[in-house]
């Protein structure tokens, strides 16, 4: 039985990698993707060194498509409960598929994701762990920032436009990579969040700019934006002067007042 059980699960894997290819072919015959770059000296879209890729997640559509337009070796990163389905596993193997349950604290696919990094694959996140379809962006989780915090590889945003509909040419914009630095003087839990929170922004801003099929209006990668409300102020309570217990004690008459 375990032979046979491994040899379905090769043939499964051999398939999926095929079915990748078809995935791929796809993509580029139905959306015709058109890429545009904020750097204009890096007009490709191979990634010649590991780096973890980020986008914006509208629809299922959004793993695949990235998998179809980045060339160059590289993983995923696929919610547990879906790389876990029977139904689907198999093509979660072929795409170098790094589970991660998405419900409960996990630290395990971070290590598999350095593993693969070290491996000279590229990791991709869609940071807001689900679909949001209404144009809006899910809060970032801070599981991206902290692998790329901790294995010093750089950060590559993507926008995506989104709007997968028979006829229409998916436009992409792709940032230049940029890496994260631990901030000194603060927390790391709220140093994670910050710069999260800094690269929703811009993702944000690069889908903006996909939609309208242009890039002349984004600020400089290197811009701050001011999306993290600042630590508030701890002051210090005035101390009252102290009261005597006893009334008699400091109660002054007319004529002491008055200075008589």
Not at 15 to 39: C, D, E, Q, T, W
Not at 112 to 137: M, Q, Y
Not at 183 to 189: D, E, I, M, P
Not at 209 to 235: G, Q
Request: hydrophobic share 40%.
């Amino acid at each position: 039985m375990k032979l046979v059980k491994k040899a379905v699960d090769n043939f499964l894997y051999a398939f999926g990698k095929f079915s990748i290819v078809l995935v791929r072919f796809y993509m580029h015959v139905l959306y015709r993707p058109k890429a545009h770059f904020v750097n204009k000296a890096i007009q490709t879209n191979k990634l010649k060194e590991p780096c973890i890729v980020i986008a914006n997640h509208t629809t299922i559509v959004d793993p695949p498509f990235i998998l179809s337009v980045l060339k160059g070796k590289k993983s995923i990163v696929i919610a547990k409960d879906w790389y876990e389905k029977p139904g689907i596993n198999w093509i979660c193997r072929a795409a170098n598929g790094v589970p991660c349950d998405r419900y409960n604290l996990d630290t395990e696919w971070a290590l598999l994701a350095k593993k693969e990094l070290k491996k000279g694959r590229s990791v991709v996140i869609f940071p807001e762990g689900k679909c949001r379809e209404d144009g809006e962006l899910n809060e970032f989780k801070s599981g991206f920032a902290f692998l790329a915090r901790s294995t010093g590889y750089p950060v590559v945003s993507i926008g995506l436009d989104g709007k997968y509909t028979f006829g229409h040419r998916i436009h992409y914009v792709v940032d230049v990579p940029k890496k994260i630095e631990r901030t000194k003087g603060l927390a790391s839990s709220l140093d994670l969040e910050n710069q999260s929170a800094q690269f929703r922004e811009r993702v944000k801003l690069l889908k903006a700019a996909a939609l309208r099929h242009n890039i002349l209006t984004l600020p400089s990668p290197d811009t701050l934006y001011d999306v993290v409300p600042p630590l508030p102020e701890i002051k210090q309570e005035e101390k009252a002067p102290a009261s005597s217990a006893d009334p008699a004690l400091t109660y002054k008459s007319p004529c002491e007042q008055a200075g008589v």
